[in-house]
C-alpha cells in the first residue's frame, strides 16, 4: 500500500476506488490563516433542531447529511478539547472539498442525556451516519437511537465495551497498545513478565488484555502488581524479587503519574525493559532518566505533526490529541459519500478488510465494532522517541 496520502477501499478482491485524503500528512493541502483552503468552507449557524437547546453549525454543503455530536462545552463551559475536535472537523471538510456532505455539528454537553437530544435531532434532519461521541456512557445512548433508525456510529470513546455492530470506535483503544508491545517484547527474546499498575479503570483494561495476550503467547507472568494512585513504590515493593528480576516489567500508568513511578524505579535499582502504552508519548514521560530505552507502542509521530502543524497554522492554537480522530472519522465520510454511492456506509464498506489511511497510520473497523490500527514501537532515547519497529502501512491480507 502506498504511504499514508491514499486510502482505497476494497470490496471482496476487487479495487473500487483510491481516493485521496489530503492532509494526512506533509503532501496534503496546506492551509493557514492567510491562505484559503482550495474549497472554502463558510460555518453555517443553523436554528435549534428540535429537542435541542443549543444552536447547531452546518459545515460544507454536500447533499449528503452527516452528524457530529462533539463536547464543545462541559459543565456549562467551553470545552477545549471539544473545539479542538470541531476545528479538525472543519479542516477535514475543506480538505476533501466541501460539497460532498453537511456536516451537522451538535453539543452533547458532555452529558448523556445532551448525547441522547442531539442524536434524535440528527437522525430526525436527516443523518446518514453519526460521528462521535467522545464519551463511553454517551456513545452508549447515541448507539442506542442510531441502532433503531438503522444508521451507524463512528465513535470516538477508548471503551471497546461501548463498540458494536454498527457502533464503531475510531480511538486509540488500550488493547490495541497492549497486544502491540506485549508482541513486540515477545518477539525481542522477553521470556518473563511482570506487571506494575495503578488501581484506575485505564489500569484494569490494561491488566486484563495484557494476562490474555500472555496466555496467548504462552509467555510467564511471574507476578502482578497493584497499587493505589500515587504509591508507586509500594507497587514496586509488592513485586518482589521475582517480579524486579524479570526480562521486562509493563507499566499502564497514564503520564501525570510517571514522575512519581521513575523515581520509585531509579530508587529500586530496576534493571528490566520497561514497557508502556500510547499515553507515554508525552514530553513529560520522555523527558524521564529512569525511562530512557523504555519501549511503548503508538501510532508513528510524523502523521500528527505534520496534522497539527497545519491546524497551529489555520487556529493559532496546537490540536488536542485526539483531533485526528474527528479529521480522519470527517475525511472518510466524505469520501465514502462521493465514491461509494448508496452503499456508503454499509457495514460491508465501513469494515472492508483492506482498512483505510489516515492521520495516524492504518486502521480499519472490526465487525463487532472497535479498530485495529498499524502502529508502532517507540523507544525513549535522549528525551524523546525514536521509531524502533515501524508501524505497518497495510494489513496483512487487506
Request: include cysteine; aromatic fraction near 6%.
Amino acid at each position: 500500500m502506498a504511504p499514508a496520502k491514499v486510502f482505497r477501499v476494497r470490496l471482496g478482491a476487487a479495487l473500487l476506488a483510491s481516493m485521496w485524503l489530503a492532509g494526512c500528512n506533509s503532501t496534503g493541502v496546506g492551509l493557514s490563516n492567510d491562505i484559503p483552503s482550495s474549497a472554502p468552507v463558510s460555518p453555517v449557524q443553523t436554528a435549534p433542531l428540535p429537542g435541542v437547546s443549543a444552536v447547531g453549525e452546518n459545515l460544507g454543503s454536500g447533499p449528503v447529511r452527516v452528524g457530529a455530536i462533539l463536547p464543545l462545552t462541559q459543565g456549562g463551559a467551553p470545552s477545549a478539547i471539544g473545539q479542538s475536535l470541531r476545528n479538525a472537523a472543519q479542516m477535514a471538510i475543506e480538505d476533501s472539498g466541501s460539497n460532498d456532505i453537511t456536516l451537522m455539528i451538535l453539543d452533547d454537553h458532555s452529558t448523556p442525556d445532551g448525547a441522547s437530544q442531539a442524536a434524535q435531532a440528527e437522525l430526525a434532519a436527516g443523518a446518514e451516519i453519526i460521528v462521535g461521541p467522545l464519551f463511553a456512557a454517551n456513545v452508549r445512548e447515541v448507539g442506542k437511537l442510531a441502532k433503531a433508525a438503522n444508521r451507524p456510529v463512528i465513535a470516538l470513546s477508548t471503551d471497546s465495551t461501548v463498540a458494536s455492530s454498527g457502533v464503531y470506535l475510531l480511538s486509540f483503544l488500550i488493547e490495541s497498545y497492549v497486544d502491540k508491545i506485549v508482541d513486540f517484547a515477545v518477539s525481542r527474546g522477553k521470556k518473563t513478565f511482570a506487571v506494575l499498575a495503578p488501581n484506575s479503570d485505564y489500569a484494569n483494561v490494561a491488566v486484563a488484555e495484557f494476562q490474555a495476550e500472555a496466555a496467548k503467547l504462552n509467555v510467564n507472568v511471574v507476578a502482578v502488581a497493584r497499587y493505589a494512585p500515587g504509591q508507586a513504590a509500594s507497587g514496586i515493593q509488592q513485586l518482589g524479587p521475582a517480579g524486579l528480576q524479570a526480562d521486562a516489567i509493563f507499566i499502564p500508568e497514564q503520564a501525570e503519574g510517571m514522575m512519581q513511578m521513575a523515581s520509585a524505579l531509579s530508587t529500586a535499582g530496576v534493571k528490566a525493559q520497561i514497557l508502556g502504552t500510547g499515553v507515554w508519548n508525552d514530553p513529560r514521560v520522555l523527558r524521564l532518566s529512569a525511562l530512557q530505552g523504555a519501549w511503548f507502542s503508538a501510532p508513528e509521530n510524523s502523521g500528527f505533526n505534520s496534522f497539527g502543524a497545519k491546524y497551529k497554522a489555520k487556529f493559532n492554537s496546537d490540536p488536542a490529541r485526539l483531533a485526528t480522530l474527528t479529521y480522519d472519522a470527517v475525511s472518510l465520510v466524505a469520501a465514502l459519500a462521493r465514491t461509494q454511492g448508496d452503499r456508503r456506509y454499509s457495514a460491508q464498506v465501513l469494515t472492508n478488510p483492506a482498512g483505510f489511511n489516515g492521520s495516524d497510520g492504518v486502521f480499519r473497523f472490526r465487525t463487532d465494532g472497535p479498530n485495529e490500527r498499524g502502529l508502532a514501537v517507540l523507544q525513549i532515547n535522549n528525551n524523546g522517541a525514536s521509531v524502533l519497529s515501524p508501524a505497518p502501512r497495510s494489513f496483512a491480507g487487506g
